[in-house]
């Protein structure tokens, strides 16, 4: 066998072991990540406390909420996730910032350079954002492992299919992030889940 053949197949293995592999589907409703500086605004001499662990390790739903402020409207309950962050960023999906009258980017987290700010509140306090407002860049979180397996790297976009019911669905311009820590997961918003009818029960699986 020469060399182009023994590629092919193996080429051929890797493709169906990449689609046979089905990826966990974290749903995000809209949240918040704060600072340190900007969660003492919003509650001053208090402390977050955890509500609920996240898939992710070390992340978690705090039992704090605050309400946005928005030109044309408010959201409340908008749940804050910790640990504290360098810099705060709120999540919306697209029908959140409908409702608060804002168009938002799509950005990975982390990328909020010319981004929105918002007035944000508590029943103890306020604070105002002058950036960090995005609609989240659909995203899978892997190991380095995993990324090796599935031969992909760091910020690709890849192309994954959710089977469900009626409403079976492929996503393109899905982001490859690696950490150490990342356990593998596709992190979609509300608006994506009703696109597709996905409970947290779906699984994506890659699509050439
Ligand atoms: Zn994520």
Redesign the pocket.
């Known amino acids: 066998m020469n060399d182009q053949a023994l590629l092919d197949i193996i080429g051929g293995i890797v493709s169906n072991l990449k689609s046979a592999i089905s990826i966990p589907i ?1 749903i ?1 409703n809209k949240h918040i990540h704060l600072s340190q500086a900007d969660f003492q605004k919003l509650f001053p001499n208090k402390q977050m406390t955890v509500l609920k662990e996240l898939n ?1 390790p070390g992340e978690f739903a705090s039992e704090q909420t605050v309400t946005a402020i928005g030109p044309k409207g408010e959201l409340r309950n908008i749940r804050i996730l910790g640990p504290f962050r360098k810099e705060s960023q709120v999540e919306f999906s697209m029908t959140d910032a409908r409702q608060l009258g804002l168009k938002l980017p799509i950005r990975l ?1 982390g990328e909020i350079e010319h981004t929105p700010g918002i007035t944000l509140k508590s029943e103890f306090g306020e604070c105002t954002l002058e950036k960090g407002v995005i609609v ?1 860049k659909r ?1 899978i ?1 892997m190991s380095p492992a995993d990324a090796k397996l599935l031969q992909v790297t760091q910020g690709e976009c890849v192309n994954v299919r959710v089977n469900s019911e009626g409403r079976s669905i492929i996503f393109e311009d899905c982001a490859i ?1 690696i950490g150490e820590k990342f356990k593998l ?1 596709m ?1 979609i918003d509300t608006d994506e889940a009703n696109a597709g009818n996905i409970t947290p029960q779906s699984v994506a699986r890659f699509v050439e």
Do not use: Y
């Open positions: 974290g995000s992710q987290s989240a995203h979180h992030r997961e992190h």
